[in-house]
Every structure is written in C-alpha cells, then in structure tokens.
C-alpha cells in the first residue's frame, strides 16, 4: 500500500517505515478519510502531488491562499507566481517542483514567493514548502507542498525594515515593549542618555524619565496624554549625568493593537540646546542691554506694566527713578568712547550692588538709566520717603571716583523721580516720562540732586521741549545777542564788565540764559554759542579798550565749551582774527570744571594764563568747594555768588562766609567780585570791609545797573 504522506510528514520525516502489510480495504478506507480530515484540518495550504504533478489533494486552506477554486486539473495554469514583489521575475511551481523531485533529499525546500491575484491589489507573500514522498524502494510516490501565507509577517518584516531606518537618525530613539520597557533605544539614544542598550531593558520609560529629566509637566499629565491622545511632546531637560544638561524635546506615542492593546511605546527624543541657546540670544538682545547687561527699554515697560497693575490692585504705592549721568559726555569726548563705555558699565555695576535683586534696573541709552524699585508701600508719602533714601544711597555710590584706563575721574547724577500709581490711568510710557521731566528739573535745578515728579512739572517740561527744538535754529539764525553789565570799584568807579548773553526767541521774547544755557549745554549748542559770545566779546573788548580804555571783559565759559579739545586752539584763532589783546579779557569758569580730568584743566589753564588771560572763580562757594586746588589754579579772581550777597546784611552766617571768603582772597592776592548786590546796605556792607582788601573788591548788582545791550550800555557808562 501506498504511504500516507501525511502521516510521515507529520512524524518528522522520520525515516521510519510503515509496514507494507496486506491491509484490508477498510483500513485503507479508513486511512483514507483520516488523511482527508488531517489534510483538512491543517491550518496552512496543503496540496499532495501525484508523481506526475497532477493534484492528488488540495485542501480549502490551499484553494484559499491561492485563490485557486477551479478544476484542479488546470492547476498550474491558472497561477500567477513571482519570485519578487515587483512582479518582474515569474515564478514557475510546476519547474521547480520538477527540480525538487529529481533529487531526493532530507529535508523540506522551501521557496519565498509573491502571487497575484488582482491587478489592483498588492502581491500576496507566500512561503512555499515542498517535499518528494518516498516508498523503502525510494521510489516517489508523491509530492508535497505546504502553502504558508506571509503577509502578516512581511507586514512585521517591513514595520521592522523602516523602524530600523528610523531608528538609525540623529534624534534619540527608542521602542518599548507592550510593557514600556525600553528595549530597542538607537545608537543617538543611548550616545544622548549615556545608557546601553542592557541598562535601558530593565528601565522602563517612566523610569529612564525619574532618572534623567526635569519635565515642565507632572507625570501624571504626561500619562494622561498617552492614554488619552496616545502620544505627548514636551520639552524636557535632560541630565545624563551630574554635570552634564541638555535641552531636548521628547515626544512619546503609544501603538496599540486593532483591540487597542498597547503593542509598545516610540519615543524621540531631539536635541534643541543649540535652537534654545540661539532663542536665549535673541530674548537677551531683545530685553537686555548689550553693554551694561541692564534691562532695556522693553523689559522695564513690561515690568512696569506689571508693577503699576499690582499696585491699582493692592493700593500699594512705589517708584520709578530716572537717572541721568551729569558729566558723561565730558568724559566720552575727552577720553574716547572706551573710557565712556566704561563708564556705564561702572555705574551699572555699582547700581546692582546698591539695588535689590527684585528692583529693574534698565539702561535707556546713552547715560540715562532708569530704576523700577520694588517696594509695597501703603501711602505715596512712604514711597517718596523711600526712594529719597534710595536716591541719596545712588547718588553717594554713583560721586565715589572712577578709576577707568588708570585716570581718576568723577562723575555725578541727576535723579528724578516720579511715584506711582498717581491714579489717572497713567500708563508705563507716561510714568517714564513723568520720572524724566523730573530729573530734567534736577538737572536745571544744579545736577548732583534728586527732584520728585508733581503734575505743575510737566508744563515747565513742556516748555523746555519746545525751547530745546528751536534752540536749534537760533544757533543758525543767530538770534543771539551780548548784555553788558558793569563792575565798579568801592570808589564807584567803572573797572569792569561782564558779558551776559540774551535770546531774543521771534516768538517767546527775551529768554533768560539761565533757563536756555543748560540745554544748550546738553545739546551742545553752547559750542557755537559760546564761539559767538568769545568773538563778539573780544571785539567789544577791543573796541571800548580802544574807545574809552576800559581794561576788561568777563566772558562766561561753560564747561563743555572749556573742555572742547579744541578749546585753547579755537580761542587762539578768534584772538588773531579779532585783534584783541588777552590781557583785557577775564574767562569766568566755574569749579566745576576742575571735577573731571582735573590734570587736563589745569594745564589748559596754563596755557590760557600764558597767553594772558585771566580766570575768575564763578559762583565761587556755591559748588565743589575743594579749596585744595587753590594752591595749583591760575586764577586772578573770585565772584562771590549772589546767593550769599542777597540775605546781607541780615544773615550772620552768611556774613560769616563772605568773611571767610575776603580773607581766603586776601591770602591769594585775589581779586574779588560780589555779584548781585541790590541794596544799598549791601554796597555798604562791603565799604566798610576790611581795609586790606578793600582795594581788590568790586561790586556788579542791580543796585548799579542791570544788564544793557552794548549801545545802552556805552550811552550810560562812556557818554556820560
Ligand atoms: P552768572 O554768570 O552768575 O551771571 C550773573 C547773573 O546774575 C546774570 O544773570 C545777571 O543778570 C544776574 N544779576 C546781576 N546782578 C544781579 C542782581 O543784583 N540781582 C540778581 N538777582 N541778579 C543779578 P543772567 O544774565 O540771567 O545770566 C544767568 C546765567 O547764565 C549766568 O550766571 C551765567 O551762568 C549764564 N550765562 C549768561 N551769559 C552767558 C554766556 O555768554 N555764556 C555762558 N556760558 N553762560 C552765560
Ligand atoms: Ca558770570
Ligand atoms: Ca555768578
């Protein structure tokens, strides 16, 4: 009897033999049907072969993998086989079995195949198994093919191809099992986290997450996501060891089954230290200042924005402090930007030792800083308490000299202030305004001093802007003019003259000096100011020398003017072009421009002197009084300021000064003036001074004259 190719297929292929016995019809029936059930049941294809490749079985799993539900005899016929899933190289079944039968072998060949069924459906995987069947004389009794489908692990097969590609990127990756182990991390994954391969199977993610990241979210947010969503992205900071951070962003995705059953976890993990580090650089320049590091105009209007709703909500009151350096641009221009920025990098560092961590501290530009302190006041009065302690500690920390490029300079600020919330829906820009017109104020009021913001400022304000616009234009369209003023000796005879600038705005009418100067100052018309006053001076000088042989001229020289490089050289050139002789001029400077570069001072005086100028001491008392410079100065005169004049003969302490002054000059073999003197008492006061420097003493005020335009004056003083 013939084998049951099944049966021996299933017993291994063990080369065991079934006896060839006489069986009766019904056992082979029998065998028979039990080889048809067997063949029925199995789960893969299954077709036996007749020796000459006629379909001896087929069973449904077969026909059904094949698609194949017609006549068996036009089996091979009805096949469409590929050896590849391009479909471009045909695979004959019928060849290869052919091939297989020639030669009798132990084992199984097996042959991956691609079949199509439709044109428009993708080729089917096949494994293809087949087998001669033998009898003891080694004779074929018949072939079998097993018929295993593929797709399912094609599909896997592929997943894998192209996780693996994936895999193989930049970016850390890595797949969890069902369990979130995390058992394929890619080679970027594990360079990134310092851990292998062997290390990360035993972690799960949750636990790689414990160990080295720091999360802007809880856990429990990052599980809810992946439960929820089925993935979550965040950005994380990643420590893979104890000095060691790194910026990255994680994204997690959860795959799950058709039965929503987590098959594993993907996970990325991308590098953005570099994209992190460039946003740090960019949010720096867009809120800090580059120089000093100090907040920026942009960020202190945010913060303030915060502050004054704070403050609306809580009714808790604090300050907002404009700071304007007093003598930054001497510095700038006579020592270079350098030393300049210097400067401001100084003044920034000792703001930030002085202040709170929580108060701003912003530079505007330029040397105009501006502080928002933090403070919870309950009244306005507590706050302007506050930041006048605050504004004296600055102030104090901000005159210490500055050692910048081995000099030793001094500086000042001005300091305005306003306190908020004023409660008229000001907003930020406005209270900086409000800060700022005070410290103008400051400024006008003599520098070095601190001035609080009240709403009857912002008119004065007001004013000054407009002034400082056509300030402009009347440096070009010279609507200057020089007053005069007359100086006499205690016999009330005429010795001198000071030379007093007037505006004559087109619209405004006169505008006292006193209100334009310091803006000329800070704009810095007052160069070509004070190169009209020098030149109309010297020639006045010169002509009434000339005319009525008057022996001097005070000309007012500011300190910005003074400390112009071309100061000496500029004065040297008007002197030639005019004619006039130096020793009819007197330069009235005030102490101030001994503060800074005091060396440099000193040695233009010098050269001025040389020439045969001479200096006066203008408002001598009323500034930086360091009667050390005496001994070193070149000067020929002090001008007792008006403001000690004006309350004698009443005020003791105030004789008491202008004594001390008289002997000062006494010593120095100076000259005096007293300015402003009003009264007669007061002209009398100095009469009767004593003797000694009785005859180096002149008196300038309104009880003599007040200032006249030039043929005013001539008429009064040389025609009478
Ligand atoms: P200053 O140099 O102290 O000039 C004296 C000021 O006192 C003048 O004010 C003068 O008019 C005023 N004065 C004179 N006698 C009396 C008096 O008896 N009582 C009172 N209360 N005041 C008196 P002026 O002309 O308004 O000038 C103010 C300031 O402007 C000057 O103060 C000076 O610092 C500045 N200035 C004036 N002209 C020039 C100039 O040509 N160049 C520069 N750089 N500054 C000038
Ligand atoms: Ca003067
Ligand atoms: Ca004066």
Known sequence: MRQSPLKRHYMQD?????????????????????????????????IVFNPDFSVQVINPQARALLNFFNDPDHFFDDLTLFKNKKATLTFKLKDWLQQISRR??????????????????????????????VDENHQITSILLMIYDRRLQAD????????????????????????????????????????????????????????????????????????????????????????????????????TDNHRNIECYVGTLQDITDIKQAQAEVEYLAFYDELTGLA?????????????????????????????????????????????????????????EHLRAEDTIARLGGDEFVILTHMDAPSLELATQHALTLSNKIMDALCEDYIIMDQTLKNSVSIGVCCFPLHQHETPEELIGFADMAMYESKKLGRNRVHFYDQTLSESIQNRHALERSLNNAVI??????????????????????????????????????????????????????QYV???????????????????????????????TSFVAGLRSLQEETGVSPELIT??????????????????????????????????????????????????ELKIDKSFVFRIPASQEDIAIIDTILNLAKSKQLQIVAEGVETREQVDFFKNTQASVRDKLLIQGFHFSKPLDASAFEERFFHA
């Open 534 to 564: 020098i030149r109309e001076s010297f020639l006045k000088a010169k002509e009434w020398h000339e005319k009525y042989g008057l022996k001097n001229l005070s000309i007012n020289i500011s300190p910005i003017q003074f400390h112009e």
């Open 14 to 46: 063990s080369e065991q033999n079934i006896p060839n016995s006489d069986n009766d019809l019904s056992h082979l029936m029998q065998e028979r049907h039990l080889k048809d059930d067997i063949i029925e049941s199995i789960h893969d294809g299954v």
């Open 477 to 530: 369209e010279e609507e200057f003019e020089l007053f005069f003023q007359p100086q006499f000796n205690l016999n009330e005879e005429l010795v001198s003259a000071e030379a007093l600038i007037r505006w004559k705005h087109p619209t405004l009418g006169l505008i006292s000096p006193s209100e334009f100067i310091p803006i000329a100052e800070d704009g810095r018309q007052i160069l070509k100011i004070g």
């Open 104 to 133: 009798v072998a132990k084992h199984p060949k097996e042959f991956f195949v691609w079949q199509r069924i439709d044109f428009d459906q993708p080729l089917k995987p096949l494994l293809f198994s087949a087998k001669p069947i």
């Open 296 to 352: 920026n105009r942009r960020l202190l209007l945010e913060h303030l924005e915060h502050t004054l709703l704070h403050h609306m909500r809580h009714r808790t009151y604090s300050a907002l402090m404009f700071l304007d350096l007093d003598r930054f641009k001497n510095t700038n221009d006579t020592f270079g930007h350098t030393a300049g920025d210097e400067l401001l990098k100084t003044t920034a560092y000792r703001l930030k």
């Open 587 to 636: 330069l009235e400077v005030t102490e101030g421009i001994l503060i800074s570069e005091m060396e440099l001072a000193l040695r233009k005086m010098a050269a001025l002197e040389e020439m045969g100028y001479k200096f006066s001491i203008d408002d001598f008392g009323t500034g930086y009084s360091s009667l050390s410079y005496f001994q070193k100065l070149p000067i020929r």
């Open 156 to 255: 896997a097969d592929e997943k894998k191809r192209i996780l693996n590609a994936a895999l193989n990127s930049f970016d850390g990756q890595f797949i969890t099992n069902d369990k979130g182990y995390i058992t394929q991390p890619n080679m970027a994954f594990s360079a990134y986290t310092g851990l292998m391969r062997e290390e990360l199977s035993s972690m799960s993610i949750l636990a790689w997450m414990q160990k080295q990241l720091t999360l802007k979210t809880t856990e429990e947010q990052v599980l809810r996501a992946l439960l929820e969503d089925g993935r979550w992205s965040g950005e994380v900071e990643v420590h893979p060891n104890a000095d060691t951070t790194f910026y990255a962003v994680l994204s997690l995705s959860m795959i």
